[in-house]
């Protein structure tokens, strides 16, 4: 394995319980350079147990206030870079993601295949039948409105927080405007397409037990559409209009707007003939399904060149 300077970033809040084995489970290798702890303002004081570990390579930061997960990280990743570190890991404290597959997430970023890299539990029957149905049937929705969002529609498990991400492409982004809490695995992967980094799927099947997830089914539901909606939007104003102008943005300039006026032209008759008990013509038919259909097309065509458009690397 070539050497490069690589740190692990462990966002701790009520994870006192598992702080301690997830820190020594990261400590076991050798080419771990550093280990960033981040308490966010835990209320059982983790940072404290990573601290009293006294451990040479683990280094404790504490926040002031609670700012999510997200927040955590990205301090973490800030400590990171200015320990001028080339591959930063995130594992989360609380003893799901198994320490042995951070150099299967470390390796395609060491042989420059890819900028970020994250875990797929999906691949794995096995350790599927071990996670809940709930958060089973939650991850299969959302990690194809995460796809659209994203834009990359080559990937699973869009909320898997075991990742790994290269300093390249961790400069270019904006940090501070990454989502703080929850949406943040997935604001990161929308984050990642608008600046055209390689994001590759590690196969890493998760381990289910003593820990307690404070990520809600109802938190998910009533919180992500909005902000997957903002995401999208953002991505394809700066993707295909601001950057670049190509025929995706033609497709989604004509069909979008006529797709909606067409099918609220719609709703209308099938309403007015609803309540006058009358038949409209096939005149009037055709006036509605043929532009429904034809900037359906349009806009099935932009989603053909946005899947195409997954940024690869150049060899």
């Known amino acids: 394995m070539d050497k490069q300077k690589i740190a692990v970033v462990i966002p701790a809040y009520d994870v006192a319980d598992q702080i301690a084995e997830v ?35 683990v280094i404790v930061l504490y926040h002031e206030k609670n700012l999510g997960v997200g927040g955590a990280v990205i301090t973490g990743y800030r400590k990171a870079m200015e320990l001028d570190c080339d591959i930063i890991v995130k594992i989360d404290g ?24 994250k875990g797929n539990r999906f691949i794995d029957f ?25 834009g990359y529609w080559n990937i699973m498990d869009p909320t898997n927080g075991f990742t790994a991400i290269n300093k ?38 998760a381990k289910y037990g003593r820990e307690n997830s404070s990520l ?5 539901m009533f919180n992500f559409p909005p902000k997957l909606l903002k995401g999208i939007l953002k991505r394809i104003f700066l993707k295909y209009f601001l950057y670049d102008f190509n025929m995706a943005s033609i497709y989604i300039l004509l069909g979008l707007p006529i797709f909606i006026i067409s099918s609220i032209f719609g709703i ?4 007015d ?34 899947i195409n458009s997954v940024p690869k690397k150049d060899r």
């Open 94 to 117: 609380d003893g799901q993601m198994d320490a042995n597959y951070i150099s299967n997430l470390i390796e395609p970023l060491i042989k420059d295949n890819a900028d970020y890299t």
């Open 268 to 271: 209308y008759e099938w309403i």
């Open 273 to 306: 003939s609803f309540i006058t008990g009358t038949s409209k013509t096939p005149g009037t038919i055709m006036l509605v399904a043929l532009p429904i259909i034809v900037s359906f097309q349009m806009l099935m065509q932009a989603i053909q060149i946005d």
């Open 23 to 57: 820190v020594l489970s990261v400590h076991a290798y050798d080419f771990v350079d550093y280990i960033i702890v981040v308490d966010d303002q835990c209320p059982h004081s983790s940072g404290r147990i990573a601290e009293d570990m006294q451990l040479n390579n």
């Open 168 to 205: 390249r492409a961790l400069q270019k982004l904006k940090l501070g405007k990454i989502n703080n809490r929850y949406f943040f695995e997935s604001d990161m992967l929308i984050n990642l397409n608008i600046i055209n980094a390689v994001v590759k799927d590690i196969d890493i099947p």
């Open 216 to 220: 809600r089914v109802m938190n998910v």
């Open 126 to 150: 096995t350790a599927l039948k071990a996670m809940p149905a709930i958060r089973l049937f939650g991850n299969s929705i959302l990690s194809f409105f995460v796809k659209a969002a994203s």
